[in-house]
């Protein structure tokens, strides 16, 4: 089985401008969960979807936004960034439901905001 | 989701076991306990959860003490591939909201 994939692996952006990431699940997964990893805050839960629908979202801005597609590929937005937002963005996926199991992470995005 | 206390680093011999202390003195009784870890620039690697028992697999063990309260993860062998930030945490089985702590640094010396 692949893998969770994340595109693109690394990314430099401006002050101002919006960035999409995006996250393809392992196949059959239907859970996908974002991440934010800095030096100062550690991994930080962004939001979760699953099944198209947002179901736990982290204590970030409404900068930060996400949707699910009905592949359950995902995206990640974040509009005006701030050079706060420099980050490794983690992607992990879920088979979802109501059982506990593990996430399976991505590589990451490395955005880098000048 | 319990919040955790691991020691912020450890230091391990290449071939001996490598033990992972983890407190998590107000879990619940429907929370489980994950580790992951963290090698330089990856993505987290689920390790191991239990719930009340002893769990093992090919990577690690994981000792629940009896209460809950705290458990350790062990790596049987450890090798220099090994060195990683160890993350601890408990959370409610039907929650893919993760709150990962600062985790342990497990450095392996040959």
């Known amino acids: 089985k692949a893998g969770v994939t994340q595109t693109p692996r690394y990314l430099i952006k401006t002050r101002g401008q919006q960035v999409t990431l995006s996250c393809s699940p392992i196949s059959g997964h239907r859970s996908v969960s974002w991440y934010q990893q800095t030096p100062g805050q550690g991994l930080q839960f962004l939001f979760e979807y699953f099944s198209e629908t947002q179901r736990n979202k982290g204590n970030f801005p409404g900068r930060f936004s996400g949707r699910q597609f009905s592949n359950s590929r995902s995206e990640m937005n974040v509009s005006t960034l701030e050079l706060g937002d420099s980050a490794l963005y983690l992607c992990?996926?879920?088979?979802?439901?109501?059982?506990?199991?593990?996430?399976?992470f991505g590589p990451g995005t490395r955005l880098t905001v000048t | 989701d319990a919040k955790t206390t691991q020691p912020p680093s450890m230091d391990c011999a290449e071939g001996r076991a490598a033990n992972l202390p983890c407190n998590h003195s107000?879990?619940?009784?429907?929370?489980?306990v994950y580790w992951y870890r963290q090698i330089h620039s990856q993505g987290p690697q689920y390790i191991i959860h239990?719930?009340?028992n002893n769990e093992t697999n090919e990577m690690a063990s994981l000792i629940i003490t009896e209460d809950r309260k705290s458990s350790t993860l062990i790596l049987p062998h450890a090798t220099l591939r090994d060195t990683a930030v160890y993350y601890c945490i408990v959370r409610v089985d039907y929650n893919n909201d993760m709150r990962f702590g600062a985790g342990t640094r497990l450095t392996v010396k040959p």
């Open positions: 107000t879990i619940s009784g429907n929370e489980y």
């Open positions: 239990g719930l009340k």
């Open positions: 992990a996926s879920a088979s979802g439901g109501g059982r506990a199991g593990e996430q399976y």
